[in-house]
């Protein structure tokens, strides 16, 4: 891969991902074995007038060896300094980038109700300053390949080999090429994305219906004045930046608690560093009550009793089969990949920017006007050849969304 090729990437990510502002400060989470792309993506913040750029470095290894080694205690407690940390972040604001490129099966063999506590334990404490920079910040997820998870996607080839190909499968998401200028690709596919979402939000529904051969028939209530989201969008500081990267979904913020039926998922999920495959949820009054996996299963019930919320819809997302990701016929084991080339749902925190009106309300309105709360964001895939999703909006009125996997409007 041309090194050239590589440094547009990294211009992308802080230009169109994340739009780092003169003057702004910018947090970089990144594994260790990236330095070179990290480097270059901290030279692309300074060119783009950043103030000050900290890289926050991880590991695989490491992250397993804590979780393994380190008592319930220890794990569930935030150091001084850690919420140190959060405070200046919630008042400072800085732009957030996420470099993706974790092996997918790197927390195989860790007991998931140790991370689950800890997780909750470390979230009360965290929650009041994530709450205090919700919608107010620029933040991106991009990825690199990492050795593992390159193996992973392409099993049968050579470490080397399978990396490039790799490094070929994620640039050709995010339409960077050689000879192209990604940026003025991006300003195109974000403008169409906002025809697609006014054209969505205009018709109101009240619910959708997903239905599918594979088991799949379920029903999802949106909230009155939920509205349609996807590519781009502006923080409550009025700043523009593309919070994923690659992305194909619309998506909106459902009514909390207003769900029934089942949902078959038609792709593995990659959670906390282990593989859960081949499972599905049944809803009843809004909440999970059953679910079923032929690999992950204690680690997806433990997902969903992760909190009150953790148990309910907060996103639905369209993505059509017949889509650049979805063509590639490649299973990344990463959400940020697989949810993009597939119809997907999230189970816990709702959107609060994908409400009309949102940066007039405080979040306990949105809370109370139907956004779901939960430390946990989770997306799993839906998306068949056969999925029909019908709207129906509050006079009754049937709209066929998706029919055979597409967009039928």
């Keep these: 891969?041309?090194?050239?090729?590589?440094?547009?990437?990294?211009?992308?990510?802080?230009?169109?991902?994340a739009n780092v502002q003169k003057g702004q400060s910018v947090t970089i989470s990144c594994?260790?074995?990236?330095a070179e792309f990290c480097a270059m993506v901290v030279d692309e913040c300074y060119k783009a007038g950043a103030r000050y750029v900290a890289v926050e470095w991880h590991d695989d290894r490491v992250t397993k060896l804590t979780y393994r080694h380190?008592?319930?205690?220890?794990?569930?407690?935030?150091?001084?300094w850690q919420e140190e940390k959060m405070k200046w972040m919630s008042e400072e604001l800085p732009c957030r980038i996420v470099i993706l490129s974790d092996d997918p099966d790197g927390m195989k063999g860790i007991d998931p109700t140790k991370v689950k506590k800890a997780r909750i334990a470390r979230y009360k404490v965290s929650k009041p300053y994530s709450d205090a920079m919700e919608s107010k910040y620029q933040w991106t997820i991009a990825a690199v390949p990492g050795e593992a998870w390159a193996k992973k996607v392409f099993p049968g080839?050579?470490?080397?080999?399978?990396?490039?190909?790799?490094?070929?499968?994620i640039l050709e998401t995010v339409y960077v090429t050689d000879d192209n200028d990604p940026?003025?690709?991006?300003?195109?596919?974000?403008?169409?994305?906002?025809e697609r979402c006014k054209k969505l939000t205009s018709y109101r529904f009240d619910s959708l219906h997903y239905t599918s051969s594979n088991g799949t028939d379920f029903t999802v209530w949106l909230m009155p004045r939920s509205n349609w989201c996807g590519g781009g969008e502006f923080d409550l500081n009025g700043h523009y930046f593309n919070p994923n990267m690659?992305?194909?979904?619309?998506?909106t913020t459902p009514m909390k608690g207003r769900a029934e039926g089942r949902l078959v998922s038609t792709k593995p999920l990659s959670y906390q560093g282990q593989l859960i495959e081949n499972f599905a949820f049944t809803f009843k009054d809004g909440k999970v009550v059953k679910v079923e996996a032929e690999k992950g299963q204690k680690l997806l019930e433990e997902m969903v009793s992760t909190d009150e919320g953790a148990c309910m819809i907060g996103e639905v997302a369209l993505v059509p089969q017949d889509s650049p990701i979805s063509n590639q016929g490649i299973l990344y084991y990463e959400t940020l990949f697989d949810e993009n080339a597939s119809c997907h749902v999230a189970l816990g925190r709702g959107y609060a920017d994908c409400v009309e009106g949102y940066g007039e309300m405080t979040l306990e309105e949105l809370r109370e006007l139907g956004v779901n709360e939960s430390m946990i964001h989770v997306d799993f895939m839906v998306?068949?050849?056969?999925?029909?999703?019908?709207?129906?909006?509050?006079?009754?009125?049937?709209v066929q969304i998706f029919k055979n996997g597409n967009f039928a409007i």
Excluded: C, H
């Design 1 to 17: 891969m041309k090194k050239t090729t590589i440094k547009k990437y990294a211009k992308l990510i802080v230009r169109i991902g």
């Design 31 to 34: 594994a260790a074995d990236q």
């Design 70 to 80: 380190e008592t319930l205690k220890t794990l569930s407690t935030v150091l001084p």
């Design 157 to 169: 080839m050579r470490k080397g080999k399978a990396v490039e190909k790799l490094w070929q499968a």
């Design 183 to 194: 940026i003025e690709v991006w300003n195109k596919v974000n403008a169409d994305f906002k």
């Design 246 to 251: 690659p992305t194909i979904e619309v998506f």
């Design 383 to 398: 998306g068949a050849p056969d999925l029909s999703i019908v709207g129906r909006t509050k006079d009754g009125k049937e």
